[in-house]
């Protein structure tokens, strides 16, 4: 950074503690400046950040106070635990209240969002009591920008003490609203938050209630963006852990398409989220039924390929091995084509995914002719691998489908010349 690029640093700095006017622009310059150089972001943090954490003050005007958090916003990326340990947090908070103007409520609400990005700000941001605020600015008496809201929402909800705080502020039905809005960006970021809420258990059944399910199935059609698609999957994937849930949203129609999100053309996330959801939804036995009835079973096979992220390939594997346990299903899944790539996904170092395709291999080599493939298709040495694995859900994953192939004759040779039995031996012994 040039000798006069540090030299107006310190002038904007110092033009923060002048007349309204130069405080004004001068917070505005700093906050536009931020977006540049990293080098003089850098300087400008360490040069301005206590100064303007007082002008959040209430001694300031308003449009003072809305540049000076413009300014912490786009600083607090890189320094959001200095911004927090200045004491910018509480102002901020008050900010958020109905005696501010709009743009006033909608800088602290975006730099409050960017300081969540810090585990420790979630919890000092709900301390401050800026929760009921931020709700209230979801609601149709606010003129402020609800995505900037549900912005720092979507942050705070990563913290599961908030997600009751949030809940009980009132968040539920505004969010429930807002997935029929028809604002660039909002109904993602409102089914970003539903999703994170949905997390504890009776939010799920208070998120359903509000008459969540409709609008999210609607949202996975092919008028709305790859990101909605994702959230709203991700929220359904969510919702689905409740029993009652899981019925009520196969009941509208999810399951046609979320199965289409799955194909060719979709984003990696929207099929990731897509496959959680059918996984989810298909531990319910007649979902089952439907999904495979749906034509779900080729392109969750297809997402098995190598082309595939980690994310995808747990999320199918997951949907697969639920899938499994019905015998028909067990016949088409394999012809597929599944079952080589199952094998190879034994070897894979993401976590979970190793264990879910040994899982569906022992479901599928119930089937004898299964049994028989899966052998061929050189299973039975990464599954003794697997046996000593570090992770016990690995292993049991593992001897679960080492037992069900060693019903076929040949298999148990090849599984003991495979040396499985010392490590089943041990394995026995620390179960019991």
Partial sequence: MSALSQSTIWMLVRKLGGTVREKKRAAETLAELCDGNPDIRAAIAAASIPALVQLLGSRSQADVQERAAGALMNLADENAVNIAAAGAIPPLEQLLGSGSPAGVQESAAGALRSLAWNAENTVT????????PLVKLLGPDSSADVFIATGALVMLT????????IAAAGAIPLLVQLLADTSLGVPAKAASVLMNLAVNAENAVTIAAAG??????????PGTSPEVQSEAAGTLAKLADNAENVVTIAAPGAIAP??????RGSAAGVKAKAAEALWSLAWNAENAVMIAA?????????????????????NATGALVVLTPDTENTVTIAAAG????????????SLGVPA????ALMNLAVNAENAVTIAAASAIPPLVQLLASTSPHVQQS???????LADNAENKVTIATAGAIPDLVQLLGAWL
Avoid: C, W, Y
């Fill in 158 to 165: 990563q913290d599961a003490e908030n997600t009751v705080t």
């Fill in 356 to 359: 879910n395709a040994a899982q």
């Fill in 294 to 314: 749906a034509g779900a079973i080729s392109p969750l096979v297809k997402l098995l390929g190598p082309s595939s992220s980690a994310g995808v390939h747990f």
């Fill in 258 to 263: 979320l199965m289409k999100l799955l194909r």
């Fill in 398 to 404: 593992a001897a679960g489908a080492s037992r069900s």
């Fill in 338 to 349: 599944a079952i080589p790539l199952l094998v190879q996904l034994l070897a894979d170092t």
């Fill in 212 to 221: 969540a399910i409709p609008p999210l199935v609607q949202l996975l059609g």
């Fill in 125 to 132: 941001i709900a301390a401050a009591g800026a929760i009921p």
